[in-house]
């Protein structure tokens, strides 16, 4: 062994356990969170704020769903002391569950895209509800709703923070917050892949295609070198794609637009013939 290779092997293990252990202390942190996923710490989810503090970024008083008692529980796994809870990311309040006025819901789908761990139910076009057991109280649902029809509704009387939600309560809607990601990139691909092959079949049939003219000809062409691009866009966006661990969480999680040459814009969830509605439009299994 070279001289290099034997300082490379011995320095290896020692390079990977500050990872390992902050890691750890993230996994630990993450578990003291009440899953909510609301984002008024500031981060994206409960993980990256749980990062965020194991690696000494963040305060552990940025939590208003945990309130003061999360914010002891998070102090005393960094072994700093407690701090007041931050005003600027909210204040300690009884949970609240969202309600959809059904009267004037528009079934936009836009509340269900935006909940986080699958607590709206409905389809394109036609009257949503929520699941309130399943409602975080979040109320990540309220700001897209374009006709304004969602309250948040409190059920927890005066109980606040952790008296107003259990471990079993945040266990369960981080095991939806997780299957939700992992629904929302299956589809993603499958669409892609979908639309993928529905280009190469139009490519084909061009070049299989007769020109009856010199103009006809490279119009033809011009269509080819458009769907190409096409697929090396979307070639290239599934090469660059983030892992599902490194994806950034709602409200920014949705599944990716497909290339706009390579099918018809799926931002409007009218035409279902190559987007169809998430399934989370449904109520999840």
Not at 185 to 200: F, G
Not at 247 to 276: F, K, L, Q, Y
């Amino acid at each position: 062994m070279t001289a290099s290779s034997a300082d490379t092997a011995s320095a290896s293990p020692a390079d990977a356990r500050p990872d390992a252990d902050l890691a750890a202390r993230a996994d630990r942190l993450e578990a003291l969170l009440p899953q909510t996923q609301c984002t008024k710490c500031g981060f994206q989810g409960c993980r990256p704020y749980a990062e965020a503090m194991a690696r000494g970024e963040a305060d552990c008083n940025r939590c208003p769903p945990g309130g003061a008692e999360g914010i002891r529980r998070l102090a005393a796994e960094l072994g700093v002391a407690p701090l007041p809870l931050d005003p600027g990311h909210g204040t300690e309040q009884p949970r609240a569950v969202a309600r959809i006025d059904e009267t004037l819901c528009i079934g936009c789908t836009l509340c269900i895209q935006a909940c986080p761990v699958d607590a709206i139910v409905g389809a394109a076009k036609q009257m949503h509800t929520v699941l309130p057991d399943w409602c975080t109280g979040c109320d990540l649902c309220v700001a897209p709703c374009p006709v304004d029809c969602i309250a948040m509704i409190p059920v927890t009387g005066e109980r606040t923070g952790w008296d107003a939600w259990s471990q079993q309560q945040a266990d369960a809607a981080r095991d939806r917050y997780l299957a939700r990601k992992q629904r929302l990139v299956r589809e993603r691909e499958e669409n892609e892949a979908r639309l993928a092959a529905k280009a190469a079949a139009k490519l084909e049939a061009l070049r299989q295609e007769a020109a009856s003219s010199e103009a006809e000809r490279q119009a033809q062409e011009r269509k080819k070198a458009i769907i190409q691009a096409a697929i090396e866009r979307a070639r290239q966006k599934r090469q660059a794609a983030q892992p599902l661990n490194a994806a950034p969480a709602d409200p920014v999680d949705r599944p990716d637009a497909a290339p706009a040459a390579a099918g018809p814009d799926h931002s409007d969830h009218s035409d279902h013939s190559d987007h169809p509605v998430p399934s989370d439009t449904k109520r999840p299994q």
